[in-house]
């Protein structure tokens, strides 16, 4: 079977001499300027480059950036399709389980 | 025309005026009646909607400070204190990547207790005013992040601390206490 990869490098996205992602605007023009929402369903994986010189990605930023996928794929379904890579300091684990915490508990009070 | 009708009916006269004027007054007082009765019956629907309506907006204040606010002014108080002792956090002589790292996890971990705790339960209530609330957190969250992370800001210098984090804490409770004084009751969820 053919994988399909969707390679994001954030240092596309990066605003110039900052080493954090933050804030839900910066995370809906990401989120749109990656195409992430429309390139998920086409392909098997989604792979995510951090810069090794990024610090810390906020939930805030996360929450905006990763809510469509999130709420299509669910938390699991997520994990298994999107994969962060960074050789940095920064660990983005608990930012991104904060992130996939929040955007479903919305879901939950918007239902 | 009144004076081509008289010239033909010569009996008509002052009293038959009389009486058609009686039945105009009649009609005038049945209207008046009617609006005064439509426009009373208006008034009060519109005063018991209004009463009910505060009834019920007492009833959510009350339930919101009884269910909501008393049982977790401790949560509020944890977070805001616990993010005031970051400066005893930090190490005067050093201030290293991953001690900005570590002080970065302790406010991601603070906030993550303070959202789960108090700020989700909001939506259940109000959601302007969860929306509201959690702005209010990222704000707090997002520009603490940007300054830890500043490599241009030291935070080991009082003056900076202050300006950078400690007002900027003091700034987010600010907010927050007003948000919740101006919360009315007002809106369902």
Known sequence: MDNKQYNIDLQNYRTPKSNVFIGRLRGKKVREDSKIDENEPLVDKIVISIPNEIESINPSFLEEFLFNIVHRLGSAGFKQKVTFINDGLYKIENDLDEAIDRILTEENALA | ?189
Request: no cysteine; net charge positive; aromatic share 12%.
């Open chain 2, 1 to 189: 025309m009144f004076q081509i009708y008289f010239s033909q009916n010569p009996e008509f006269g002052l009293k038959e005026l009389s009486q058609i004027a009686q039945v105009i007054i009649a009609i005038a007082n049945l209207g008046l009646g009617y609006y005064v009765f439509i426009y009373s019956r208006g008034k009060d629907q519109r005063s018991e909607k209004h009463s009910s309506n505060l009834y019920e907006q007492n009833i959510r204040l009350q339930w919101f400070k009884e269910l909501v606010l008393q049982p977790n002014q401790i949560t509020i108080k944890r977070y805001f204190d616990n993010l005031e002792k970051l400066q005893d956090l930090i190490n005067p002589n050093k201030l290293d990547s991953q001690d900005r790292q570590n002080l970065s996890l302790y406010i991601k971990t603070e906030t993550a207790y303070y959202r789960k705790n108090f700020v989700d339960l909001l939506k259940g209530i109000d959601q302007q005013l969860a929306n509201d609330v959690k702005e209010n957190m990222d704000n707090l969250f997002d520009s603490l992040t940007k300054s830890l992370f500043d490599p241009n800001i030291n935070l080991k210098n009082s003056i900076t601390y202050e300006k950078e984090i400690q007002s900027k804490i003091a700034s987010s409770y600010n907010n927050l206490i007003s948000l919740i004084y101006n919360y009315k009751g007002l809106n369902a969820r």
